[in-house]
């Protein structure tokens, strides 16, 4: 990845460091990166987080440079959220990382083999977020 894009954060450093992108923030990133600007509660929504967790989150991503949050005119209430072309840069690196260990960890299988893979990990989030609610 490129040196001047934030580093994943190491374990067992706190939120707001600044070391890098912390746990959801690739989520969202990819998020606005695909769907582009968006309404902060759509991002919770999408991304399965309480809008205040979202909040505090797009608060650290603004703070990097990776996002913006503006009132759209006549609209103050909610705030649209939309990628910076230094959030851009690192979603779309995240993608090819991604991308890539998903090549490595499925390199091997077959087409049916993978569209079986990866009926049964939708099948086990499914059945995860039951237990979690």
Not at 13 to 24: I, L, Q
Not at 46 to 62: F, K, N, Q
Not at 95 to 107: D, K, L, P, R, S
Not at 113 to 129: A, F, H, P, S
């Amino acid at each position: 990845m490129d040196e001047d894009l934030p580093a994943a954060e190491p374990h067992g450093s706190g939120p707001g460091s600044g070391a890098g992108p912390v746990p959801r923030q690739p989520k969202i990133l990819e998020f606005l990166a695909s769907q582009g600007e968006h309404e902060q509660k759509a991002i919770a929504d999408y991304c399965e987080i309480e809008p205040a967790t979202v909040g505090s989150i797009l608060t650290r991503m603004e703070a990097a440079g990776l996002v913006t949050r503006r009132n759209r005119p006549g609209n103050r209430r909610s705030l649209y959220v939309s990628l910076t072309p230094r959030g851009q840069e690192l979603a779309g690196a995240l993608n090819g990382v991604f991308a890539e260990a998903e090549a490595q960890i499925t390199a091997g299988l077959t087409a049916e083999e993978r569209q079986t893979l990866t009926g049964l990990l939708e099948k086990c989030l499914q059945n995860g977020k039951g237990s979690l609610e």
